[in-house]
């Protein structure tokens, strides 16, 4: 299974972006679908994750200013970010783990998609 993340750029403090994350292969059944960050020099950290049924966990550093959302027809995940800060500039990476359909059995899937870099300057 295979993620493909689009949506990073450059913006001014206080802007606006929006991050889409497909997932694409011979899917079964997505869990959770979910967007992490890597900035120089740090570990990568969970920003927000999202369960088939829409419960929603948030890094308290973006709570608020962030919003995760999913299609599940389109096995798609969002994250609509607002308010922008410099410190939210990173890679962001989309996760997603479920099951995925191999020969006549279902396999567990983990996967990462990409990486896009935002970046928030002025």
């Known amino acids: 299974v295979q993620l493909q993340a689009s949506g990073g750029g450059l913006v001014r403090p206080g802007g606006s972006l929006r991050l889409s994350c497909a997932a694409s292969?011979?899917?079964?059944?997505?869990?959770?679908m979910g967007w992490y960050r890597q900035a120089p020099g740090k570990q990568r950290e969970l920003v927000a994750a999202?369960?088939?049924?829409?419960?929603?966990n948030y890094a308290d550093s973006v709570k608020g200013r962030f919003t995760i959302s999913r299609d599940n027809a389109k096995n798609t995940v969002y994250l609509e970010m607002n308010s922008l800060k410099p410190e939210d500039t990173a890679v962001y990476y989309c996760?997603?783990?479920?099951?995925?359909?191999?020969?006549?059995?279902?396999?567990?899937?983990?996967?990462w998609g990409q990486g896009t870099q935002v970046t928030v300057s002025s």
């Open positions: 999202n369960t088939p049924g829409g419960s929603t």
């Open positions: 996760n997603a783990d479920g099951r995925y359909y191999s020969g006549s059995y279902y396999r567990s899937f983990d996967s």
């Open positions: 292969g011979p899917i079964f059944s997505i869990n959770v």
